[in-house]
């Protein structure tokens, strides 16, 4: 069963405490992204990686970090320097054009609720 | 640079009625467009989207959207609503030229009434 898993589904951090979010994919797609919604509001992009071992900032990288050591994973740190990190976590994967099984739309996970105590 | 609008924060509509969500660009290239469905607590599913050809184009759960270039909008459109539709909708855009990233629109959430 193919899909992308993020965990914790929930999640509750105190102040001046980092996080971090997990994302995995079994769809062999070369590219993940990191968003942040929050209510009201549409999707603003964190982070983007093309491929293993590269990444990108995106609109609204301060305060976060991430990683992405292996194709499957690309984990979010939340770090104490995002003073208001409150918000809904939505991951995404897609193959880039040129690459194996090109697609050009987004699939999304089910998301995970951060909340600052 | 690329953008979205989604001009109505809300929907209302009767079921059984037609409903549609409005959606405008930005590009500076050829779009690529693309529209989601996200209902409380979930990720974002994929409906629909426009990359060439036919301007009216078919997606999931009997959702369309028509492309007009010339007005630059990409509304989605159901010929009969149902109670379910109820959900937050969202227009993205891909600019061609300018790499693999989307930007979306604020939202639009769409009430269908029994």
């Known amino acids: 069963d193919g899909g992308i898993t993020q965990s914790p589904k929930y999640l509750f951090r105190k102040e001046g405490q980092n996080v971090t979010l997990s994302c995995e994919q079994n769809?062999?797609?070369?590219?993940m992204y990191w968003y942040r919604q929050d209510p009201g509001q549409g999707l603003r992009l964190i982070y983007y990686?093309?491929?293993?071992?590269?990444?990108q900032k995106g609109d609204i990288a301060e305060g976060y970090s991430v990683s992405r050591e292996k194709k499957e994973s690309f984990p979010l740190t939340v770090t104490s320097a995002q003073k208001n990190p409150t918000a809904f976590y939505l991951c995404?994967?897609?193959?880039?054009?040129?690459?194996?099984?090109?697609?050009?739309?987004?699939?999304f996970g089910p998301g995970t609720r951060l909340t600052v105590l | 640079a690329q953008s979205v609008a989604q001009p109505e924060d809300q929907v209302n509509v009767a079921e059984g009625n037609p409903l549609t969500v409005k959606c405008t660009y930005s590009?500076?290239?050829?779009?690529?467009l693309f529209w989601y469905v996200q209902y409380p607590n979930r990720g974002l599913q994929f409906l629909l989207k426009?990359?060439?050809?036919?301007?009216l184009v078919k997606g999931s759960y009997g959702f369309e959207a028509e492309f007009n270039k010339s007005q630059t909008s990409f509304h989605l459109k159901k010929p009969s609503a149902l109670v379910s539709d109820s959900a937050l909708y969202f227009c993205?855009?891909?600019?061609?030229?300018?790499?693999?990233?989307?930007?979306f629109g604020g939202g639009t959430r769409l009430m269908v009434k029994p």
């Open positions: 590009v500076s290239g050829n779009p690529y």
């Open positions: 995404a994967s897609n193959s880039p054009a040129g690459g194996p099984g090109y697609n050009t739309e987004q699939f």
């Open positions: 426009y990359i060439t050809g036919d301007n």
């Open positions: 769809l062999n797609h070369d590219a």
């Open positions: 990686s093309q491929i293993v071992n590269d990444f």
């Open positions: 993205a855009v891909r600019d061609n030229n300018a790499g693999n990233m989307l930007t």
